[in-house]
């Protein structure tokens, strides 16, 4: 008997199919054992030793792949082909050896780079021993990951309130798109003016061009800074007769970009599919691990995770022989395309991403996949076939018109005389890739004269860099060597779970917070959020793979300079922090006024300056005589602010036709909101949030008015004859009848909503106390592995949730609840677990009555209370 072991339930259903009854093939879920997510897990004392823990939610798939090696005469220990699934090999042995389960078996690394058949039992036959360098190379990754966590948080936490975490890769990432806002507010835009004129040739073609010498003199993007001096260059070209002084053509090649990386690949999909990078890896992930087509499940591309650029030679040869059949031989070169690959790691250099059968054309795989799988497939298929087709060549036309008195205006175009790989694929451009490929020009010759139709003064100015996409932001970080292609989206990730950036128009924005903390770490961690220094790190972890270090030297030579780093923090003060905050982001949080006032002055006293201050819930604005004036306002508010007492600048709207008193909007640390009059001694005025939902824009008289009288009666319910009424409450809008509460779908609907539509929402709600008949699940997810019970998805005050066995865990922001995969599921609960320190109450077994006896001693409950007390 043989026992394979792989990561996924989904690889290890098609892997039995294609071993047969001879292999009983089981899934580890991912990693079995990590290091627990508390403090002491690795001991720098003890040349760092790792404290490894057997992962609650893993004790099901330990037990069967234990159970399953009693008789087995081989373990097989088929992971991922990658550091990461190396690591998990090895603690898959090392759990049996400690389990002695390993005394007949013979333990054997297997690794493919595909899931098809030919490529799984070729591995099989061709197995080998389990790489430590590789393992240990993940080891040492962890380890600085966990020693970074956690010695660097808690310092953030005691000097800079309201900040969460930091993290070794991720603050470098973070500065990334911090430091590119600061260039953004920082940018002072310059003008210029530019000088285009349409010619009509013999033929009335309309050759546009762009002058570039005037007077005989070169001009540059600067050199007509005004619109005085633009008048002038333009006149000068509209007085002129202007003839073709010359026409230059040169011929150039455009060569196909090389098959998908990991990062190619989500760059790419960025640009073309509007895929951010998790969503692109998750969607690659079940294309790797197969789909049913014709009765057999088939993976439908090779591995996803890898720097590699190269093909195989029978994927070279496929692609020539459907390039010839699709396209025609004119389109095959004629010798392969070879790729050097970039990766420093011989042994994780593994094949590019391409589909596993070239043959399979995207309009046949879209017969077996949905539209999110579909499109990807094409892009991964489209973009390895054109790596092996010929190049492009085109005919480069530059076309200058002179007057004979100095102006000259040139004209620059292509035209594409052989399409080559771009009758099937062009990679997608970056924000500041100029493309001239599609301007064609007419032929024309030397010397021919042509009629000035329109010329155009066009006022220009400089623009910033513009902020970081996921493409552009998962390029540079591959450009600087920071972390690793399979890392990006968890970095990504990670940075908008910890709330410092988000993202706008696809674009990424620092929070404040952000902001706050990549200044706290580049003034007092320097050299821990460098570039250069997160590379050479990353570089080392590669020379460990590669057996040109040992791990523990990196650890060793790491923890020695970044311990003594934290401990020189010990005597720093929050005002110490909030002085150099205030130097560093200075120009951020306090821009220049366009008046020229100052923008630390402050509005509400004479004499106070306004600065950073830390407060239990984070940073915000203050003014420097408090507790005389009260002024706060929130970072990124540049207007003005509000606390509990007192509001600095409201906005009246209007008088309320109930009270007669004034109803201002305003501006506090939790949003805008409106207010009712003014404080009267021991009486605070009525203040009504403005939702989230709501334009503040759109804030006007009549919906002020609205706002502040709700909650509002709808009328009395039919059946109880109890008023109905609908309001803004904490969790959202919302209509209350007896107690039982409905949830409206937006805030404006509390306005309007009628007697029909409240009836039928309360009528599905239950009872606000007790316990009330619970509403159905959104969705069943799928049976969990601990005890096949079913884990739903349910929507509650906080948003959908999925909850088994009395664990409920929140579905991150981002996640679709109808689409969240049964692996997904099992691991936000067992996070969450983890976290409360609760225990699932799984299904009834047969000593559960024996359990419950146990329970039921009350007095020996109380005593060991007692006792601890």
Not at 46 to 56: G, K, V
Not at 319 to 330: F, L, M
Not at 578 to 591: A, H, I, M, S, T
Not at 839 to 861: D, F, Q, R, T, Y
Request: with cysteine; proline share 6%.
């Amino acid at each position: 008997m043989n026992v394979v072991v792989v990561e996924s339930p989904a690889k290890a259903k098609t892997i039995n199919k294609y071993l047969g009854k001879d292999y009983t093939v089981l899934a580890s879920y991912g990693h079995i054992r990590d290091l627990p997510s508390k403090d002491g897990s690795v001991k720098p004392d003890e040349d760092f030793a790792m404290d490894y823990q057997n992962d609650s939610k893993s004790a099901k798939h330990i037990k069967a792949i234990a159970d399953a090696l009693k008789d087995a005469d081989n373990l097989y220990l088929a992971t991922d082909p990658d550091r990461e699934g190396e690591a998990i090999a090895w603690h898959v042995m090392k759990v049996m050896e400690e389990k002695k389960k390993l005394k007949t078996a013979k333990v054997s690394r297997v690794v493919f780079n595909e899931i098809t058949k030919r490529a799984v039992l070729d591995g099989i036959a061709n197995p080998r021993e389990l790489d430590m360098n590789l393992v240990n190379a993940q080891q040492a990754r962890r380890a600085l990951d966990y020693l970074v966590g956690f010695t660097l948080s808690p310092v953030l936490w005691r000097k800079l309130p309201g900040a969460k975490s930091a993290g070794r890769v991720q603050s470098v990432a973070l500065r990334l798109i911090c430091e590119r806002e600061l260039e953004i507010n920082a940018f002072v835009p310059e003008e210029y003016w530019s000088i285009d004129a349409d010619f009509l040739t013999a033929s009335k073609d309309k050759i546009t061009a762009r002058l570039t010498y005037l007077d005989n003199n070169k001009l540059d993007k600067f050199s007509l800074p005004n619109a005085e001096s633009a008048n002038a260059a333009a006149e000068k070209v509209r007085a002129g007769a202007f003839s073709v002084a010359e026409v230059t053509q040169k011929p150039a090649k455009r060569n196909p970009s090389p098959p998908f990386t990991t990062s190619t690949l989500q760059q790419e999909a960025s640009r073309k599919l509007g895929f951010g990078a998790k969503r692109t890896m998750m969607v690659a992930q079940k294309l790797y691990e197969g789909f049913d087509i014709d009765g057999e499940t088939q993976g439908l591309i090779t591995y996803m995770r890898t720097d590699g650029v190269s093909l195989a030679d029978e994927a070279i040869e496929s692609a020539r022989t459907v390039i010839a059949k699709e396209y025609g031989s004119e389109f095959v070169p004629d010798k392969p395309r070879e790729y050097k690959n970039k990766s420093k790691n011989a042994q994780e250099a593994h094949e590019a991403v391409r589909p596993t059968d070239l043959s399979r054309t995207p309009a046949i795989a879209a017969k077996y996949l949905d539209q999110e799988h579909a499109r990807l497939y094409e892009l991964i298929w489209k973009r390895t076939i054109a790596s092996q087709m010929e190049s492009a060549r085109l005919e480069r036309t530059t076309i200058d018109f002179s007057d004979g008195k100095g102006q000259t205006l040139r004209a620059t175009g292509s035209v594409v005389r052989f399409a080559g790989f771009l009758k099937l694929y062009e990679e997608g451009r970056d924000d500041t890739a100029a493309d001239d490929d599609g301007k064609r020009l007419p032929a024309i010759e030397k010397g021919a004269t042509v009629d000035t139709d329109i010329v155009r003064e066009d006022q220009h100015f400089t623009e910033p860099a513009p902020r970081y996409s996921e493409a552009s932001l998962v390029k540079k970080l591959e450009e600087l060597g920071i972390g690793r292609p399979s890392t990006y989206a968890s970095i990504i990730s990670v940075l908008q779970d910890r709330d410092y950036v988000r993202i706008d128009q696809k674009r990424f924005i620092p929070e404040d917070k952000g902001q706050l903390v990549t200044a706290f770490l580049s003034s007092f961690f320097t050299r821990y959020v460098e570039y250069d220094f997160t590379a050479q790190l990353e570089e080392k972890l590669d020379d460990v793979s590669d057996a040109k270090i040992d791990w523990k030297q990196v650890l060793r030579d790491f923890w020695f300079d970044f311990n003594l780093s934290v401990e020189g923090t010990s005597e720093l003060r929050v005002t110490d922090v909030l002085e150099e905050l205030n130097r560093v982001l200075g120009p951020y949080v306090f821009p220049e006024t366009e008046e020229g006032k100052d923008p630390r002055a402050c509005p509400k006293c004479e004499d106070g300056r306004l600065s950073l201050k830390t407060g239990r819930f984070g940073a915000f604005i203050g003014c420097s005589n408090y507790p005389e004036c009260r002024l706060t306002r929130q970072l990124g508010d540049d207007t003005s602010g509000a606390d509990d007492d007192t509001n600095e600048g409201p906005k009246e709207i209007g008088l309320d036709p109930a009270t007669g008193l004034m109803i201002t909007l305003r501006k506090g640390p939790y949003g805008p909101y409106l207010q009712l009059g003014e404080p009267e001694p021991k009486k605070k005025p009525k203040r009504v949030s403005i939702p989230k939902d709501v334009p503040l824009d759109s804030v006007d008289f009549e919906l002020a008015v609205q706002l502040m009288a709700l909650p509002r009666e709808v009328g009395l319910h039919p059946e109880s004859g109890t008023m109905i009424s609908a309001g803004l409450g904490r969790y959202g809008p919302y209509v209350e009848c007896d107690k039982k509460y409905g949830r409206l779908t937006n805030s404006m609907e509390v306005l309007t909503v009628g007697m029909n539509r409240a009836v039928e929402l309360l009528a599905a709600a239950k009872p606000s106390s007790g316990r009330g008949r619970a509403a159905p699940p959104l969705r069943v997810v799928g049976p969990h592995p601990a005890d096949e019970a079913d884990i739903n998805v349910k929507d509650g005050r906080y948003g959908a949730y999925v909850t088994h066995g009395g664990i409920n865990a929140t579905i991150p922001k981002g996640s679709d609840p109808l689409t969240i995969t049964l692996e997904e599921a099992v691991k936000l609960l067992a996070d969450r677990a983890e976290k409360s320190g609760k225990k699932p109450k799984l299904a009834k077994k047969a000593s559960a009555p024996k359990k419950k006896a146990a329970a039921k001693k009350k007095p020996a409950a109380k005593k060991s209370v007692a006792d601890a007390k």
